[in-house]
């Protein structure tokens, strides 16, 4: 564990942005502030830290700017400020941690490329139109985030998206995800509704619907030849399911969806 501490050499430039918010270019400040600035509400940073080379878990670029933090399974808590990620951020990894508060990705940097915060305790709505357009993985899974999911507003290079366990509601639409999206995992959420399936990106390997509240006829004969998992157990849904090869994992425990050869 660590505890945190803002070093009396930052702390006016913390006590003037908080007076002035949005008023401070973060190009204007160091990297060192910008963690300080990230972490200031979280256990994350050591206390009197003086060199951002004595942080563990970042990567730089040529420039000395930060490109990745990867601080997953530390047992940081707290709640963080997003707004003071590196603008030069590529790629964000907290996952298992013991994180908390809410997820605006407005204010994450446009050239994120991965984004993983799963086995959190976040919470609140999400916004995933406001997601980097440049993002190809988006890992939420595990927290505590609700409200509806919209689908049909993604960052069109995504390519793995996780969603699972947590407590999204409402309908999803499935006809016009990224064309390249290889990953979708929405399962064990309160969603309902019916599942159009007819429109799946071509690329598509798994797809993970269970433990929801789906329900009705749904046409599967139009299943990418990709797919290698295909999980509809525990809901409502009913239809039939030719497996397009033999590698595919098909389960479809308590619904109403039968493989047929």
Do not use: C
Request: aromatic content about 8%; cysteine-free.
């Amino acid at each position: 564990y660590f505890r945190f501490s803002i070093s009396s050499k930052n702390m006016f430039i913390v006590l003037s942005v908080d007076s002035h918010v949005g008023r401070v270019d973060k190009a204007s400040l160091s990297q060192l502030t910008l963690m300080e600035l990230l972490f200031r509400n979280t256990d994350g940073i050591p206390e009197g830290l003086s060199d951002i080379n004595e942080l563990y878990g970042l990567e730089f670029d040529e420039n000395r700017e930060i490109i990745a933090i990867q601080w997953f399974e530390h047992r940081i808590t707290g709640t963080m400020d997003f707004h003071w990620l590196p603008q030069h951020l590529q790629s964000l990894n907290l996952s298992a941690n013991l994180l908390k508060g809410t997820l605006d990705f407005a204010d994450f940097p446009e050239h994120m490329l991965a984004i993983e915060i799963d086995d959190n305790a976040f919470s609140g709505e999400i916004h995933l139109g406001d997601l980097p357009s440049q993002l190809e993985d988006l890992i939420l899974s595990y927290n505590k985030l609700s409200g509806v999911l919209d689908l049909e507003h993604l960052p069109q290079r995504l390519i793995t998206l996780k969603l699972n366990h947590n407590r999204f509601s409402g309908r999803v639409h499935l006809t016009t995800l990224p064309k390249g999206l290889a990953n979708l995992f929405i399962n064990n959420n309160i969603l309902h509704g019916t599942a159009n399936l007819t429109h799946l990106p071509l690329q598509l390997l798994r797809l993970n619907l269970a433990f929801n509240k789906f329900q009705g006829e749904t046409d599967f004969s139009l299943m990418p030849r990709s797919l290698v998992l295909l999980n509809v157990s525990h809901t409502e849904l009913s239809g039939k399911f030719l497996p397009l090869n033999d590698a595919i994992s098909f389960r479809n425990a308590a619904s109403n969806v039968k493989m047929i050869r």
